[in-house]
């Protein structure tokens, strides 16, 4: 014991004389404590490209049905699981269709009268027009019917899910009791 007393005591000494030891030892410290927190945090798991939780902006649509179809199909997956709801239907009216915006450029051409007459073009690459912009359908008004609907809460918070996942105003939303 007394050899481990004077090899601590030695160390001990040799740590003294080491300058700004306490700012090593907070640095180890901040490094470990680090480490174990990182350690703890769980990993995001990749998820698979055809995943259910995929956002708009990165499904296609080959119609303004079909858009309105997936909103209804989200709608009712979503209000659906607000308690008290029970059965959930989702009925969603377009004011207009699908707008898509090709890129043009401007041709000047004179007539033979010597004024000028703008032409645009809408540009192809590989025959295809250039879409620059695809503008979604305006949602004119939802209806939804819930078996809970006749309780006042199950219905503000329905209306509340509806606000939150599409921006619709309130006049053009319509809740019901179902069946």
């Not at 699981?81 to 401007?106: D, M």
């Amino acid at each position: 014991m007394n050899k481990l007393t004077e090899k601590l005591a030695n160390v001990w000494g040799k740590l003294k004389k080491i300058k700004h030891i306490e700012i090593y030892i907070a640095v180890i410290f901040a490094v470990i404590v680090l480490g174990i927190y990182l350690s703890t945090i769980p990993k995001k798991k990749s998820e698979p490209s055809n995943s259910q939780n995929s956002t708009e902006n990165s499904v296609t649509f080959s119609s303004s049905a079909e858009y309105v179809e997936y909103l209804e199909n989200k709608l009712i997956n979503v209000l659906g699981s607000v308690k008290g709801a029970g059965q959930v239907n989702v009925v969603i009216t377009l004011e207009n269709g699908f707008e898509y915006v090709y890129a043009t450029e401007e041709e000047v051409r004179k007539t033979a009268d010597g004024s000028q007459i703008i032409i645009e073009n809408v540009i192809l690459v590989d025959g295809k027009p250039v879409l620059t912009k695809e503008v979604y359908p305006t949602i004119k008004g939802v209806v939804v019917t819930s078996s809970g609907a006749d309780a006042v809460s199950v219905k503000m918070n329905l209306l509340l899910a509806l606000q939150t996942v599409i921006e619709v105003d309130n006049s053009s939303i319509t809740i019901l009791t179902g069946n």
